[in-house]
C-alpha cells in the first residue's frame, strides 16, 4: 500500500480499459493506425481533476504539518528515498511533501501560479484574474489545463492510483 490516493472503482460504458499516456499500448487520438479509420477515444484526465485539488489540500496539511510551508514557486529540494507504505510517520508525510513539491516543479511558472492561488491560499477565479492581471477566461483554462497536467505527473509518480 503506498502514500497515494485510492479511488474507488469507476464503472464506464466500455469494459475495456484505455491505456494512459506512460503506458506501452497507448496511442493519440488522431485516428492515425485505428482499424477502419475510428478514432481512439480521446483520453480525458478532467474528471480526477478533484481528486488532485484533494491531493493538493492534503499537501498543503502535510506540508504544515512536517514544519515547511509549500514551496509550490520553486526552491528545489532533494529526496533520498521512496516508500510504498501509507503515510503514517513524520518521514512519510515528508516524502509525500517532497514528491508532491518534485511534481509540482515541473509545471510551468503560470501554472504553479494558478494553483498556488486558487487551490493552496482560496483565491477566487475572480480575484486570481486581477492578481495576475489576466481575464477571468484564462484563469479559468489554465487552472483547468494545470490540474489535469498535475494529475498526468502524479499519476507517472504513482502518487495518485486510479482504478483498473
Same mark, same amino acid.
Given at each position: 500500500?503506498?502514500?497515494?490516493?485510492?479511488?474507488?472503482?469507476?464503472?464506464?460504458?466500455?469494459?475495456?480499459?484505455?491505456?494512459?499516456?506512460?503506458?506501452?499500448?497507448?496511442?493519440?487520438?488522431?485516428?492515425?493506425?485505428?482499424?477502419?479509420?475510428?478514432?481512439?477515444?480521446?483520453?480525458?484526465?478532467?474528471?480526477?481533476?478533484?481528486?488532485?485539488?484533494?491531493?493538493?489540500?492534503?499537501?498543503?496539511?502535510?506540508?504544515?504539518?512536517?514544519?515547511?510551508?509549500?514551496?509550490?514557486?520553486?526552491?528545489?529540494?532533494?529526496?533520498?528515498?521512496?516508500?510504498?507504505?501509507?503515510?503514517?510517520?513524520?518521514?512519510?508525510?515528508?516524502?509525500?511533501?517532497?514528491?508532491? &513539491?518534485?511534481?509540482?516543479?515541473? %509545471?510551468?511558472?503560470?501554472? *504553479?501560479? !494558478?494553483? #498556488? =492561488?486558487?487551490?493552496?491560499?482560496?483565491?477566487?477565479? &475572480?480575484?486570481?484574474?486581477?492578481? %495576475?492581471?489576466?481575464?477571468? *477566461?484564462? !484563469?479559468? #483554462? =489554465?487552472?483547468?489545463?494545470?490540474?489535469?497536467?498535475?494529475?498526468?505527473?502524479?499519476?507517472?509518480?504513482?502518487?495518485?492510483?486510479?482504478?483498473?
Amino acid at each position: 500500500m503506498s502514500a497515494a490516493l485510492q479511488l474507488p472503482a469507476v464503472w464506464a460504458a466500455s469494459p475495456a480499459r484505455t491505456p494512459v499516456r506512460s503506458e506501452p499500448g497507448w496511442r493519440p487520438a488522431t485516428g492515425a493506425g485505428c482499424a477502419g479509420g475510428a478514432k481512439a477515444p480521446v483520453i480525458s484526465l478532467g474528471f480526477y481533476r478533484r481528486h488532485t485539488d484533494r491531493l493538493l489540500r492534503r499537501y498543503l496539511y502535510a506540508s504544515m504539518q512536517v514544519g515547511r510551508a509549500p514551496s509550490i514557486l520553486g526552491d528545489p529540494v532533494g529526496r533520498g528515498w521512496a516508500s510504498s507504505r501509507p503515510v503514517r510517520t513524520f518521514e512519510d508525510a515528508l516524502i509525500f511533501v517532497l514528491d508532491v &513539491e518534485r511534481c509540482l516543479g515541473r %509545471l510551468n511558472a503560470l501554472e *504553479r501560479e !494558478v494553483l #498556488s =492561488r486558487i487551490v493552496l491560499q482560496s483565491y477566487t477565479q &475572480e480575484e486570481t484574474a486581477a492578481l %495576475l492581471g489576466t481575464s477571468l *477566461r484564462t !484563469v479559468s #483554462s =489554465r487552472l483547468h489545463e494545470a490540474l489535469d497536467r498535475l494529475t498526468e505527473l502524479l499519476l507517472e509518480a504513482e502518487l495518485l492510483v486510479l482504478p483498473g
